[in-house]
C-alpha cells in the first residue's frame, strides 16, 4: 500500500522545519511540491529520491500526481509552506481521496448501511504539521497573537469577494487579533486598502500593526507600525501581516497581546466599585461609532455617557482641542488649585479622593450669607450673585456649570469686562430657557479651555463627572477610571 505525506515545511528557514518533516523527507521516495520550496529541504533528499516540481497554482495536477504514484505502492511527501492545513495542500488531498472513494464506490454517498463493504482505500494520508508563517511572524514580532485570533486570506481566486469581506467585518467587530494572508499581489491591489478601511470603522487608528516580508528568509524584513499609519504599498506577497486587538500594546519594540494573567491580581487589587466602572468604560468604547477620538476627548466622553447612559453625548459633547489634558496639567502644575461650580449639587458629585489627593478645592459660593442680599438688591438670580462673588476671590478658577444658565451668562459677561480670566469652563447648563444660548456666549473664548454639552442637555451630574474627567486624566491611557471612589 502507498502512502502521501502531506507536510508542512515552516515559513522558509530550515531551522523551522520539524524533525518529523525531516525523516519524512529523509525516507521518501517521491517528493512533490513546487520548486521553490525545494531549496529548503534539498540537504535532507536522500540520494535516489525523486523530485517533481508541478509548477505555481497546479494544486490539483500535484495532488493528482501524488495519488499516481502512491497507488504503485510508493511513499510520496507532498510539501507546502508553512502548515499544509492552513492554506495548504492537506485540504486537498483529503477531497482527492474521498472522491476516488466514491469513485471506486459507484458514486455511492458517504454513509452507508452497516451490511454495505467500503473498499480499503489504496493509498493511506498522514499530515504532519509545520510552523505557520503567522506564528514565526508573531515570534518576530514579539507577542501578539496572545490571545484570541483569526486568519484572513485576501486571495479571492475561490473565495468571492463579498464572503472574504463579511469575515473582515466579523474580526473586527469581534476584537480578534487577525493575521492576513495573501494581503497584495500584481493584480490585487486594492483589497488591503478596504480592509484598512473597514478595521479603521471598527478600531482606534492607534490598534498595533506589524507585518514580516520573507519571515524567516535571508531578506527579512520586520516591521511595527499602527492601524492609521500602515500602508499597503509597503507589502507583497510574501508578506504576513498581525493586526492586535483593542488590547494590544507596543512596548521596547515588540507589540504584545495580553492573554490576562494579571487579571486577578488587579481585581484583588482595585475596589469591587472601581472594577465595575472600568467595565463599564470598556463596554461604552467597543459601543462608539467613532474609534479614533483623541485621547483626552474620549476620556470625558466616558465619562459623559456612564453618568448618562445616553450615546447622543457622542454628538454633543464638545471639547477644545486639548482642553482636558490643558486642564489636568495645569492642576498637576499647581496653576490651578480651585473649582467653582453653579450649584451645590456639581460639587456633591466631584470625587472627594480626587480632591484631596491633587490638593484642589471644590466650591459653591449659593450659601454665601452675601448671595441672598447681592440677588435682592441687584434683582438678579441667586447663582449669578453667587459667581459673582466667587470672581472676586478666584478669577482664575475652574469653572463647571451643571444648572443655571444666567450664572454660565455671568461669567461670559464678567470676562468680557476684564474681571475674570477662568483656567476653564465647563458649560453643561440644562433646561429650556437662555440654556443654547448661554453655551454660543463661552465659544468665542479662544484662549481658555472649554467643555461644552451643546443644545438644551447637560446637567449637574454631567459638570460633575467632567471635573473627575479632568482630575484623572492620568488614568486615561490605561483606561482605568475610578481609583478615587
Given at each position: 500500500?502507498?502512502?502521501i505525506i502531506?507536510?508542512?515545511?515552516?515559513?522558509?528557514?530550515?531551522?523551522?522545519?520539524?524533525?518529523?518533516?525531516?525523516?519524512?523527507?529523509r525516507?521518501?521516495?517521491?517528493?512533490?511540491?513546487y520548486?521553490?520550496?525545494?531549496?529548503?529541504?534539498?540537504?535532507?533528499?536522500?540520494?535516489?529520491?525523486?523530485?517533481?516540481?508541478?509548477?505555481?497554482?497546479?494544486?490539483?495536477?500535484?495532488?493528482?500526481?501524488?495519488?499516481?504514484?502512491?497507488?504503485?505502492?510508493?511513499?510520496?511527501?507532498?510539501?507546502?509552506?508553512?502548515?499544509?492545513?492552513?492554506?495548504?495542500?492537506?485540504?486537498?488531498?483529503?477531497?482527492?481521496?474521498?472522491?476516488?472513494?466514491?469513485?471506486?464506490?459507484?458514486?455511492?454517498?458517504?454513509?452507508?448501511?452497516?451490511?454495505?463493504?467500503?473498499?480499503?482505500?489504496?493509498?493511506?494520508?498522514?499530515?504532519?504539521?509545520?510552523?505557520?508563517?503567522?506564528?514565526?511572524?508573531?515570534?518576530?514580532?514579539?507577542?501578539?497573537?496572545?490571545?484570541?485570533?483569526?486568519?484572513?486570506?485576501?486571495?479571492?481566486?475561490?473565495?468571492?469577494?463579498?464572503?472574504?469581506?463579511?469575515?473582515?467585518?466579523?474580526?473586527?467587530?469581534?476584537?480578534?487579533?487577525?493575521?492576513?494572508?495573501?494581503?497584495?499581489?500584481?493584480?490585487?491591489?486594492?483589497?488591503?486598502y478596504?480592509?484598512?478601511?473597514?478595521?479603521?470603522?471598527?478600531?482606534?487608528?492607534?490598534?498595533?500593526v506589524?507585518?514580516?516580508?520573507?519571515?524567516?528568509?535571508?531578506?527579512?524584513?520586520?516591521?511595527?507600525?499602527?492601524?492609521?499609519?500602515?500602508?499597503?504599498e509597503?507589502?507583497?506577497?510574501?508578506?504576513?501581516?498581525?493586526?492586535?486587538?483593542?488590547?494590544?500594546?507596543?512596548?521596547?519594540?515588540?507589540?504584545?497581546?495580553?492573554?490576562?494573567?494579571?487579571?486577578?491580581?488587579?481585581?484583588?487589587?482595585?475596589?469591587?466599585?472601581?472594577?465595575?466602572?472600568?467595565?463599564?468604560?470598556?463596554?461604552?468604547?467597543?459601543?462608539?461609532?467613532?474609534?479614533?477620538?483623541?485621547?483626552?476627548?474620549?476620556?470625558?466622553?466616558?465619562?459623559?455617557?456612564?453618568?448618562?447612559?445616553?450615546?447622543?453625548?457622542?454628538?454633543?459633547?464638545?471639547?477644545?482641542?486639548?482642553?482636558?489634558?490643558?486642564?489636568?496639567?495645569k492642576?498637576?502644575?499647581?496653576?490651578?488649585?480651585?473649582?467653582?461650580?453653579d450649584?451645590?449639587?456639581?460639587?456633591?458629585?466631584?470625587?472627594?479622593?480626587?480632591?484631596?489627593?491633587?490638593?484642589?478645592?471644590?466650591?459653591?459660593?449659593?450659601?454665601?450669607?452675601?448671595?441672598?442680599?447681592?440677588?435682592?438688591?441687584?434683582?438678579?438670580?441667586?447663582?449669578?450673585?453667587?459667581?459673582?462673588?466667587?470672581?472676586?476671590?478666584?478669577?482664575?478658577?475652574?469653572?463647571?456649570?451643571?444648572?443655571?444658565?444666567?450664572?454660565?451668562?455671568?461669567l461670559?459677561?464678567?470676562?468680557?469686562?476684564?474681571?475674570?480670566?477662568?483656567?476653564?469652563?465647563?458649560?453643561?447648563?440644562?433646561?429650556?430657557?437662555?440654556?443654547?444660548?448661554?453655551?454660543?456666549?463661552?465659544?468665542?473664548?479662544?484662549?481658555?479651555?472649554?467643555?461644552?454639552?451643546?443644545?438644551?442637555?447637560?446637567?449637574?451630574?454631567?459638570?460633575?463627572?467632567?471635573?473627575?474627567?479632568?482630575?484623572?486624566?492620568?488614568?486615561?491611557?490605561?483606561?482605568?477610571?475610578?481609583?478615587?471612589?
Amino acid at each position: 500500500m502507498g502512502k502521501i505525506i502531506v507536510a508542512g515545511i515552516g515559513p522558509g528557514s530550515k531551522e523551522d522545519i520539524t524533525p518529523a518533516v525531516l525523516e519524512a523527507v529523509r525516507e521518501a521516495d517521491v517528493i512533490v511540491g513546487y520548486k521553490y520550496y525545494f531549496q529548503f529541504i534539498e540537504p535532507y533528499v536522500s540520494e535516489g529520491c525523486e523530485c517533481i516540481d508541478t509548477g505555481m497554482k497546479r494544486e490539483r495536477e500535484r495532488a493528482e500526481q501524488a495519488f499516481e504514484l502512491a497507488e504503485q505502492g510508493k511513499t510520496v511527501v507532498v510539501i507546502s509552506s508553512g502548515d499544509a492545513g492552513i492554506y495548504g495542500m492537506a485540504p486537498l488531498i483529503y477531497e482527492m481521496s474521498q472522491r476516488g472513494q466514491l469513485s471506486q464506490r459507484g458514486q455511492e454517498p458517504l454513509c452507508h448501511p452497516d451490511d454495505t463493504k467500503v473498499p480499503d482505500p489504496v493509498v493511506t494520508i498522514e499530515v504532519l504539521p509545520g510552523i505557520s508563517a503567522f506564528q514565526k511572524a508573531a515570534s518576530l514580532l514579539g507577542a501578539p497573537i496572545g490571545h484570541d485570533l483569526c486568519i484572513i486570506s485576501l486571495s479571492d481566486l475561490m473565495t468571492p469577494w463579498e464572503v472574504i469581506e463579511r469575515r473582515i467585518t466579523a474580526a473586527a467587530e469581534g476584537d480578534f487579533v487577525t493575521a492576513i494572508y495573501n494581503p497584495k499581489s500584481h493584480g490585487r491591489y486594492w483589497q488591503l486598502y478596504r480592509l484598512q478601511e473597514l478595521f479603521l470603522q471598527k478600531r482606534s487608528k492607534e490598534t498595533p500593526v506589524g507585518y514580516v516580508r520573507q519571515a524567516g528568509r535571508e531578506d527579512q524584513e520586520v516591521v511595527i507600525t499602527t492601524l492609521g499609519a500602515f500602508d499597503p504599498e509597503q507589502v507583497d506577497m510574501f508578506t504576513v501581516i498581525l493586526i492586535g486587538n483593542s488590547q494590544s500594546y507596543v512596548v521596547d519594540g515588540k507589540m504584545i497581546t495580553p492573554r490576562g494573567y494579571y487579571r486577578e491580581d488587579q481585581e484583588v487589587a482595585e475596589k469591587p466599585g472601581q472594577q465595575i466602572m472600568m467595565d463599564s468604560f470598556h463596554t461604552i468604547e467597543d459601543l462608539l461609532k467613532k474609534k479614533d477620538y483623541p485621547l483626552d476627548h474620549k476620556w470625558a466622553l466616558l465619562h459623559a455617557i456612564h453618568t448618562t447612559a445616553d450615546f447622543n453625548m457622542e454628538q454633543i459633547l464638545y471639547t477644545d482641542e486639548g482642553a482636558v489634558e490643558t486642564l489636568y496639567n495645569k492642576v498637576r502644575e499647581g496653576s490651578l488649585k480651585t473649582i467653582v461650580t453653579d450649584v451645590t449639587m456639581v460639587v456633591s458629585g466631584i470625587r472627594k479622593g480626587a480632591l484631596q489627593r491633587l490638593g484642589i478645592e471644590a466650591k459653591c459660593y449659593l450659601s454665601n450669607p452675601r448671595v441672598a442680599e447681592m440677588a435682592s438688591s441687584q434683582e438678579i438670580t441667586r447663582t449669578q450673585a453667587g459667581i459673582r462673588l466667587a470672581v472676586e476671590e478666584h478669577p482664575d478658577a475652574l469653572f463647571a456649570f451643571g444648572n443655571a444658565p444666567t450664572a454660565l451668562m455671568e461669567l461670559c459677561d464678567l470676562i468680557r469686562k476684564g474681571k475674570a480670566r477662568p483656567a476653564g469652563i465647563i458649560a453643561a447648563p440644562v433646561g429650556f430657557v437662555h440654556v443654547r444660548e448661554s453655551k454660543h456666549m463661552v465659544k468665542p473664548f479662544r484662549d481658555i479651555p472649554k467643555i461644552i454639552v451643546e443644545g438644551r442637555k447637560g446637567g449637574s451630574n454631567i459638570a460633575a463627572t467632567l471635573c473627575n474627567a479632568i482630575l484623572t486624566f492620568d488614568d486615561a491611557a490605561q483606561l482605568k477610571p475610578g481609583r478615587d471612589l
